[in-house]
């Protein structure tokens, strides 16, 4: 739908609300459109209302029950909402089926610190480095996605105090 590239445009432009329209137009002609979807909730989550971030991802993940971003986005933002249970389930069901998914690794990794299970987050954190780096990412700064290089750097760094705990 071209009505994507131009909301795209807007929300790049700083034009939220036209983009975010845009995007909802879309949502109203192709419920399951997972990228006007993840979208919405990214817009929603960026101003703060979580809950409606929540609902858009539940609602596009009854269409695609099984999408790898969405399940990510959604188990990011029931952590935001303090439901880490919930988060950790999701996030674990994603990575059941797709082991190599370092992003949900690196996720997992923080819920559990959040929900107290500092062991956990340990070994979550281990398998997004370790995947990551065998996928030739995360090995410095230019191979890291700038949107993440401060979680990737506080995660290799409890890792490095953790393994000291561990041993």
Same mark, same amino acid.
């Given at each position: 739908?071209?009505?994507?590239?131009?909301?795209?445009?807007?929300? =790049? @432009? !700083?034009? /939220?609300? =036209? !983009?975010?329209?845009?995007?909802?137009?879309?949502?109203?002609?192709?419920?399951?459109?997972?990228?006007?979807?993840?979208?919405?909730?990214?817009?929603? /989550?960026?101003?703060?209302?979580?809950?409606?971030?929540?609902?858009?991802?539940?609602?596009?993940?009854? *269409? /695609?029950?099984?999408?790898?971003?969405?399940?990510?986005?959604?188990?990011?933002?029931?952590?935001?909402? !303090?439901? *880490?249970?919930?988060?950790?389930?999701?996030?674990?069901?994603?990575?059941?089926?797709?082991? =190599?998914?370092?992003?949900? #690794? $690196?996720? $997992?990794?923080?819920?559990?610190?959040?929900?107290?299970? @500092?062991?956990?987050?340990?070994?979550? #954190?281990?398998?997004?480095?370790?995947?990551?780096? =065998?996928?030739?990412? #995360?090995?410095? @700064?230019?191979?890291?996605?700038?949107?993440?290089?401060?979680?990737?750097?506080?995660?290799?760094?409890?890792? @490095?105090? !953790?393994?000291?705990?561990?041993?």
């Amino acid at each position: 739908d071209p009505r994507l590239s131009r909301a795209h445009g807007h929300a =790049q @432009n !700083g034009e /939220v609300l =036209q !983009g975010e329209m845009l995007y909802r137009a879309v949502l109203r002609d192709h419920p399951d459109c997972t990228p006007a979807s993840r979208a919405v909730a990214a817009l929603a /989550v960026d101003r703060g209302d979580i809950e409606t971030a929540q609902q858009q991802l539940s609602s596009a993940l009854k *269409f /695609v029950p099984q999408d790898p971003a969405l399940l990510l986005a959604h188990a990011q933002v029931l952590a935001q909402l !303090g439901d *880490f249970a919930a988060a950790t389930v999701t996030l674990e069901s994603l990575l059941a089926r797709e082991p =190599q998914h370092h992003l949900a #690794w $690196l996720a $997992l990794g923080n819920v559990r610190e959040v929900a107290g299970d @500092n062991h956990g987050a340990l070994r979550a #954190w281990y398998q997004a480095v370790s995947r990551a780096q =065998q996928a030739g990412l #995360w090995l410095d @700064n230019s191979s890291t996605d700038a949107s993440i290089v401060s979680t990737v750097k506080r995660c290799m760094d409890r890792l @490095n105090k !953790g393994r000291r705990e561990s041993l």
